[in-house]
């Protein structure tokens, strides 16, 4: 449903670094880079955006969740945000509560937003 999201950034260097970290295990990468706005996703095609903060007052918490197509990406995703220093929300694990595949993993961008990895797939 969705062709790309956008999300503004305290500092879009320190975000661009973390967010190559943690998408590149999940098969993104910088597909467009402008400077202060840079697209991540699966060349040609950028999904995911981040640029500068230019409108609003204060943080509002997003939630961004990225499909990952193996559990063994859900840790790897997990592991390289955890070594670029984000904060853990929730470790991997199943979350039947949404259905009895759904395997995730949480943690905190330089912003402060919830940023997942989920595989829906039986392990």
Not at 21 to 33: K, T
Not at 55 to 80: C, L, P, Y
Request: charged share 15%; with cysteine.
């Amino acid at each position: 449903m969705l062709d790309h999201v956008a999300i503004q950034c305290a500092d879009v260097a320190a975000s661009a670094s973390f967010y190559d970290a943690i998408l590149e295990p999940l098969g993104a990468v910088r597909v467009m880079d402008f400077g202060e706005v840079v697209g991540f996703g699966v060349a040609p095609h950028p999904s995911f955006w981040i640029g500068p903060q230019t409108s609003g007052e204060g943080f509002r918490e997003a939630h961004i969740a990225f499909a990952a197509s193996s559990r063994n990406m859900v840790q790897a995703f997990f592991d390289a945000a955890v070594n670029a220093g984000a904060e853990v929300l929730h470790a991997p694990r199943l979350w039947p509560e949404y259905h009895q595949d759904y395997f995730g993993a949480f943690v905190r961008d330089p912003d402060g937003n919830n940023v997942e990895a989920v595989c829906s797939s039986p392990e």
